[in-house]
């Protein structure tokens, strides 16, 4: 719930220090009272500096991301199969939405993955696959639309794991445009 909230704090903290060292040693020379004041003007600048830098780093991090290939993403948070090409990442603080070109048997093989990876959780389920009659475009449409992607006819749905607080993902494929597109939310 807080993890995009820590690397800026972290950064401001670092920023502040520095500023504090320079101020005591600028200040020196000019007042006895360096210690407070360079106290006062660092206490008073660390929620505009916070702000800063927490734009600076999110325009960084979140926002749209192409790959040729998997290799070329290093992300903690997004799994994909390796064989994955041709990826749009859409990323969030609180989640993100995948969209990459693989085969059915591979896809089905990092799902397999996954489940196995995540066990160890005493909640952890299988990917399970939604039949048609119970699954509707209105689904696919609210998380992917707003990037442009269009639900194919002969899309299929699994639905991912889910831990206790909520997060988890969804995997859609489309086997004649072997593409599919994951829904991830964080907690």
């Known amino acids: 719930m807080f993890a995009p909230i820590v690397l800026p704090v972290q950064v401001t903290f670092l920023v502040m220090a520095i500023l504090a060292m320079v101020l005591s040693v600028v200040l020196r020379r000019f007042t006895k009272n360096h210690f407070f004041v360079t106290f006062a003007i660092c206490v008073f600048m660390t929620i505009p500096m916070l702000f800063c830098v927490a734009f600076i780093v999110d325009s960084l991090r979140y926002g749209e991301f192409h790959y040729s290939n998997a ?32 085969t059915q048997t591979a896809l089905e093989s990092w799902m397999n993955e996954q489940t196995n990876k995540r066990r160890a959780f005493s909640n952890a389920t299988p990917f399970r696959q939604v039949p048609r009659s119970d699954f509707r475009s209105e689904e696919f449409d609210p998380r992917f639309s707003r990037h442009g992607w269009i639900c194919p006819d002969d ?29 991830s939310s964080y907690w």
């Open 155 to 183: 899309v299929v749905l699994y639905r991912g794991w889910r831990s206790g607080r909520g997060s988890g993902f969804d995997v859609w494929f489309s086997e004649k445009q072997q593409t599919a597109y994951i829904s």
């Open 71 to 102: 290799t070329g993403l290093n992300d903690g948070y997004v799994e994909l199969p390796k064989n994955a090409t041709e990826i749009t990442l859409h990323k969030y603080a609180s989640g993100h939405e995948l969209k990459f070109k693989t």
